[in-house]
């Protein structure tokens, strides 16, 4: 276990008859950020939930730092800070009233409280607020105050259950930086619904889709795994459907207005090259061309046609 904080082993769980999650395997580094990737109901709260002792698992093990968050939740639960989908904010306090607070459910002694609070503070930007009512901070501080709270004992493994949602998008960016900061010296992990979200932040990925894992490896990997087969094109001059589909390796053709147009194809992203030197040749007049990311529908669908992706 040098490696990794915690040890999910065939990990399923269900409700009332239907399972939520089957047998989900997966290791949390001790630095850096792991993503829980899935579509909505695909199991991810509920993972979250039992890697911190929120619920219990109907089998399978998660281990914290080797310690079994069943058989000794007290002990496994100092390691961890977690961030549930709603923050457990108590709007009328101010953020300093709320810290408090939230060092003393963690036990911390009283005499370490204040420098604790302040260090959570600073990691998280929001000394200025120090005195402010959590009810009159924007979306995003009261996450930031919600990460606080998460970080306030110091723990080895942070939880943020999908940390960015209903943020904008400077707020998301700002949080974004904050998570990555925060897992400079220890595990996080996160759960989201947005394939960009994980792109952006995580170094890992681990994801699940009808409660089963269909992927899990680097970002890199993941990255490499998922190939475009689509590119977008603007052309002031196209030429004609025929004309684009006798270029070798193109498979389909798709005008979306009279100049944009989606090309598939079945070979590798080169074919960006061939496309620009026929334009050339020919007098297409190409303004634009952009290699298309798969949508994570698509990548699900694609993943879930081929045996299930663990480690290379
Ligand atoms: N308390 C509960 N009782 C019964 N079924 C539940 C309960 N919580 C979740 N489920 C079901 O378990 C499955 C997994 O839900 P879960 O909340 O873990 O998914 P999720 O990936 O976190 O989704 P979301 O992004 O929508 O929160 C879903 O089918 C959901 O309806």
Redesign the pocket.
């Known amino acids: 276990m040098e490696n990794s904080i915690a040890k999910i082993q065939n990990l399923s769980h269900r409700?009332?008859k239907?399972w939520?999650?089957k047998d989900i395997n997966f290791e949390i580094k001790n630095r850096g950020i792991l993503g829980l990737l899935?579509?909505?109901?695909?199991?991810?709260?509920?993972?979250m939930n039992i890697l911190c002792g929120v619920i219990n698992q109907t089998e399978g093990t998660a281990l914290i730092d080797g310690i079994d968050i069943r058989e000794n939740p007290v002990e496994a639960k100092k390691l961890i800070g977690f961030l549930p989908?709603k923050a457990p904010l108590h709007f009328e306090l101010t953020v300093d009233e709320y810290l408090i607070h939230c060092a003393h459910m963690r036990s911390i002694p009283s005499k370490n409280i204040k420098e604790a609070v302040e260090i959570a503070k600073n990691k998280c930007g929001i000394t200025h607020f120090s005195k402010r009512v959590l009810k009159n901070l924007s979306g995003g501080y009261q996450q930031r105050v919600g990460i606080a709270q998460a970080i306030i004992h110091n723990p080895k493994l942070v939880v943020l259950?999908?940390p960015t949602n209903g943020l904008d998008p400077n707020q998301i960016t700002e949080v974004r930086g904050l998570i990555k900061n925060i897992a400079e010296d220890r595990a996080v992990i996160l759960?989201t619904?947005i394939l960009s979200e994980v792109q952006a932040t995580c170094d890992t990925i681990v994801m699940?889709e009808h409660?089963e894992t269909v992927f899990q490896d680097s970002m890199d990997a993941f990255n490499n795994y998922i190939k475009p087969d689509t590119v977008l094109v603007t052309m002031e001059n196209p030429p004609s459907v025929e004309a684009l589909m006798k270029i070798e390796g193109i498979t389909d053709v798709q005008f979306l207005t009279a100049n944009s147009i989606r090309l598939t194809f079945s070979v590798g992203p080169e074919i960006t090259k061939t496309i620009i030197k026929l334009s050339l040749e020919n007098g297409w007049e190409l303004s634009e061309i952009q290699l298309e990311k798969s949508s994570l529908d698509a990548i699900f669908a694609q993943l879930s046609k081929k045996q299930n992706y663990v480690n290379g």
Not at 38 to 47: E, R, V
């Open positions: 409700y009332s239907d939520a999650i899935g579509s909505n109901g695909a199991g991810k709260s509920t993972t989908q259950d999908e759960s619904h699940i409660g």
